[in-house]
């Protein structure tokens, strides 16, 4: 099993924007190279 972590810091105010990139492109790029169901949480605190 492997568990990936990963920190980022963002601006302030840019957390909508950095989401919605995600969405739009970063899911797609997961999920091209994972196996299907493998793309598991993508959370903020």
Do not use: S
Request: aromatic share 8%; proline share 4%.
């Amino acid at each position: 099993m492997y568990v990936e972590e990963r920190m980022y810091t963002l601006q302030v105010g840019k957390v909508p924007e950095y989401f919605r990139m995600h969405e739009n492109e970063g899911i797609a790029i997961q999920t091209k190279h994972l196996p299907k169901g493998e793309l598991r949480r993508c959370a903020m605190t």
